[in-house]
């Protein structure tokens, strides 16, 4: 999925940034895609494992990752990701619901009564 090219003034570590980062932004990379570890991805690049980590770090700083300690390092949702995932989640909700037997009001009460028993 990655890659990194040496004959590029870019610094490898600012690659592999600037890689996660556009894959993020054009939803490639979801909100909660869990990335490889520093240690595989150094491994499949051929790179130092400080040079993923400072990507990592880069990345996290920025808002871009998160690390979940020994759960991994995850892609953060963009707005247009987080909106692609509710929606989906929604009309799974929808379905569901509809499926019990629940028409709209019904559905739309169900919603109201779990806002405000959170």
């Known amino acids: 999925m990655f890659t990194v090219d040496p004959s590029l003034p870019t610094?490898?570590?600012e690659q592999i940034k600037d890689q996660i980062t556009a894959l993020r932004a054009s939803g490639e990379l979801e909100a909660n895609h869990r990335l490889p570890t520093v240690r595989q991805l150094?491994?499949?690049l051929s790179l130092a494992t400080n040079t993923v980590a400072r990507?990592?770090?880069e990345l996290e700083a920025s808002?871009?990752?998160e690390t979940r300690g020994r759960?991994?390092?995850f892609v953060t949702g963009t707005d247009a990701s987080v909106a692609k995932a509710s929606g989906a989640a929604a009309r799974i909700f929808v379905r569901t619901l509809r499926e019990l037997g629940l028409d709209d009001d019904r559905i739309?009460?169900?919603?109201?009564d779990a806002l405000v028993s959170r």
């Not at 739309?108 to 109201?112: E, G, P, T």
């Open 42 to 44: 150094a491994e499949e």
């Open 11 to 13: 610094p490898p570590y």
């Open 71 to 73: 759960h991994g390092s």
């Open 55 to 57: 990507a990592y770090r």
């Open 63 to 65: 808002g871009l990752i």
């Open 108 to 112: 739309l009460d169900a919603v109201r």
